[in-house]
T-cell receptor
Framework: NAGVTQTPKFQVLKTGQSMTLQCAQDMNHNSMYWYRQDPGMGLRLIYYSASEGTTDKGEVPNGYNVSRLNKREFSLRLESAAPSQTSVYFC?????????????FGPGTRLLVL | AQSVTQLDSQVPVFEEAPVELRCNYSSSVSVYLFWYVQYPNQGLQLLLKYLSGSTLVESINGFEAEFNKSQTSFHLRKPSVHISDTAEYFCAVSQGGGSYIPTFGRGTSLIVHP
């Protein structure tokens, strides 16, 4: 089992460029999440998908879009990158929705926007 | 609304010394509490969690945390740390009857010196 995988591992963009961060899980989980991690800020939820076919905004959705392509894959798109989006992005999944669920995280994508 | 406060951003300690990482939460309903660990250049992984029952929960690598409802705390402790415990530690809370998405604290960097 690979768990949660993310591509790419690193990316450098210029302001205004677009890109898509890919995430896949092989644990047959229903729920998937995108977070960003900034120094001193902890993890902040960008978007989540409770189940295939549904997506919802999290705490910091502005400047991002998501697609739940199928049960395994959940992508995050930056349409016009800004320096404020320089961050480490983590994808996570959990078996079901619910407050008791453990989240399983990918290794992260480190994004630098110049 | 739920919130989490990790009182220390950084905790330096010598190897084999005891350590406590503090976490306080705010919630008006029943809570579920988690500690996640992030080793350098990796994603987060679950260390331990409190769902119900015994207020003292333990991890396989010697950490323990105690749920204290009256003090709204869930501090993480280890009686003797190793160099390999150097990592970022995140406390998280989710609540029954509300959003099932956990809220993460800002993290505590545990630095173990030889």
């Amino acid at each position: 089992n690979a768990g949660v995988t993310q591509t790419p591992k690193f990316q450098v963009l210029k302001t205004g460029q677009s890109m898509t961060l890919q995430c896949a899980q092989d644990m047959n989980h229903n729920s998937m999440y995108w977070y960003r991690q900034d120094p001193g800020m902890g993890l902040r939820l960008i978007y989540y998908s409770a189940s295939e076919g549904t997506t919802d905004k999290g705490e910091v959705p502005n400047g991002y879009n998501v697609s739940r392509l199928n049960k395994r894959e959940f992508s995050l798109r930056l349409e016009s990158a800004a320096p404020s989006q320089t961050s480490v992005y983590f994808c996570a999944s959990s078996p079901q929705t619910g407050p008791q669920e453990t989240q399983y995280f990918g290794p992260g994508t480190r994004l630098l926007v110049l | 609304a739920q919130s989490v406060t990790q009182l220390d951003s950084q905790v330096p300690v010598f190897e084999e010394a005891p350590v406590e990482l503090r976490c306080n939460y705010s919630s008006s309903v029943s809570v579920y509490l988690f500690w996640y660990v992030q080793y350098p250049n990796q994603g987060l992984q679950l260390l331990l969690k409190y769902l119900s029952g015994s207020t003292l929960v333990e991890s396989i690598n010697g950490f323990e945390a105690e749920f204290n409802k009256s003090q709204t705390s869930f501090h993480l402790r280890k009686p003797s740390v190793h160099i390999s415990d150097t990592a970022e530690y995140f406390c998280a809370v989710s609540q029954g009857g509300g959003s099932y998405i956990p809220t993460f604290g800002r993290g505590t960097s545990l630095i173990v010196h030889p």
